[in-house]
C-alpha cells in the first residue's frame, strides 16, 4: 500500500502461473508465452483481456523485467532494463490503453522489436493495470481509498538459432520414507546456458531384483539463465524394507538426457 497527502491507493498483483489469470473478475490469456524470435526484426503477440464483472474496464499497458533472486530462487519482478536479459524496452502495446468490456473481452497487440546484436534468453513481464477507482473511504482517517487491479503474463524471448545449452546436474540425493515423510529424490541443476530451459524429470523405484515397484514424475520447473536451484520428486507410493535403486531420468532443452541410478535403503519400522 501506498500513502500520498491525501489519498491511499491499494494495488492488488495477481499470480501469473496459471493457464488464465485472473484479478477480481479480469482475466488474461495466454499466462505464459514461451516464442523465438529473428533478433532484429520486429513481431507481435496477441493477448486477450476479459471482463467478468458488469462495469466496463479501462486498462493500460506496461512492462516489467522477469528474473530471480540468487539467493532466495523467488521470481522477482525488477523496473524495465535493469537485469542483464531485459526485453522489457523491446515492447509496445497495441493500442496502449483498451477499454474492456463489462462481460465481454478485448484484444491487444503487444509489438516486440528485439535489437540485432542479441543471443540467448530475454524476458519481460507484460501487465495490464486499471484506471484507480474510488473505494470507500480509511475508518480512522476518513480519506479517501482508491483501488486498482494489475493483471499480467510472462513473455519468455529465445533468439533463433542462438541458443547455447550448458546445464549441470549435481548432489544427487536420496531420502528414504520413514513414518513421516514420503520417499523423495533430490539434485541440483545449475543452468549454465544463455537461455531458459524447462527439466523433465521421471523416477523409477526399482526393487532388489531390479524390478519396478513405483514410478513418479516432477513438476515442469522453469530455469532461467545463470539460476542454479535444488530439484525433487516425490515418490508417495509404500516401500516395504529394503534395499533399492532410484532411477532418475531428466530430459532438457537441447535434447540432452541424464540418467542417474541411486542406491538406498529402506530401513524396517522400529
Excluded at 523467488?74 to 524495465?80: A, F, G, H, I, K
Excluded at 534468453?121 to 501487465?127: M, P
Excluded at 486499471?130 to 481509498?145: F, H, R
Excluded at 538459432?161 to 549435481?170: A, P, R
Aim: proline share 7%; hydrophobic share 40%.
Amino acid at each position: 500500500m501506498r500513502i500520498s497527502s491525501s489519498i491511499y491507493r491499494l494495488l492488488f498483483a495477481i499470480s501469473l502461473l496459471a493457464p488464465l489469470a485472473h484479478a477480481q473478475g479480469i482475466g488474461i490469456s495466454p499466462a505464459v508465452i514461451n516464442q523465438k524470435f529473428k533478433p532484429g526484426q520486429s513481431f507481435s503477440v496477441d493477448i486477450t483481456l476479459s471482463n467478468t464483472t458488469n462495469t466496463p474496464m479501462l486498462m493500460h499497458g506496461l512492462t516489467s523485467d522477469l528474473w530471480f533472486d540468487g539467493k532466495t530462487n523467488e521470481r522477482t519482478l525488477p523496473s524495465p532494463g535493469s537485469t542483464p536479459r531485459s526485453a522489457a524496452n523491446w515492447v509496445e502495446f497495441v493500442p496502449k490503453q483498451v477499454m474492456v468490456p463489462a462481460q465481454s473481452r478485448a484484444l491487444v497487440k503487444v509489438v516486440v522489436t528485439p535489437q540485432r546484436a542479441v543471443s540467448g534468453g530475454y524476458y519481460t513481464a507484460l501487465f495490464f493495470e486499471s484506471v484507480p477507482e474510488l473505494a470507500g473511504t480509511a475508518p480512522d482517517t476518513k480519506q479517501s481509498i482508491f483501488m486498482n487491479f494489475r493483471i499480467g503474463s510472462f513473455l519468455l524471448l529465445t533468439a533463433e538459432g542462438t541458443e547455447s545449452f550448458k546445464v549441470d546436474i549435481s548432489d544427487y540425493k536420496v531420502v528414504p520414507p520413514d513414518a513421516s515423510h514420503t520417499m523423495s529424490a533430490e539434485f541440483t541443476v545449475d543452468n549454465q546456458s544463455n537461455t531458459h530451459i524447462f527439466p523433465r524429470v521421471q523416477l523409477a523405484v526399482l526393487n532388489n531384483k531390479k524390478k519396478v515397484v513405483g514410478k513418479a514424475d516432477g513438476d515442469w520447473i522453469r530455469f532461467m539463465p545463470s539460476q542454479k536451484k535444488v530439484f525433487a520428486v516425490n515418490y508417495p507410493g509404500d516401500l516395504p524394507a529394503g534395499n533399492y535403486d532410484a532411477l532418475l531420468t531428466i530430459v532438457h532443452e537441447g535434447g540432452k538426457i541424464v540418467t542417474r541410478d541411486i542406491p538406498f535403503t529402506v530401513e524396517a519400522a522400529r
